[in-house]
């Protein structure tokens, strides 16, 4: 069972390190997409960690894995910096011709 548990983390690291890939093409609709299915990975996860628990060798493993995924997180931050400011931009024009 506790297989499955890892399974998980995997499963979680992959997603990510597909939204860096994507982040990198910036292709922000597929970063969107993959960070929904974190979502729901990490949702399902968290509903399995209650009943399971990991074995010492997939502690250390799960460990690695939060670390590229970490990794991961702070490289998507920097490559969509720009393009949330340019949304912002984006945002913030209409609404000065509204006022």
Known sequence: MSQMLIDYYKAIEDSSRKMLD????????????????????????????????LLPAQRSEKSRIMQRILHNDAQIRYLAEPWLTQCEKNLDGPRQFLH
């Open 22 to 53: 994507a982040a990198k093409s910036e292709d922000w609709d597929a970063v969107v997409r993959f960070e929904g299915a974190c979502a729901v990975l990490i949702e399902q996860l968290r509903a399995r960690a209650h009943s399971e628990d």
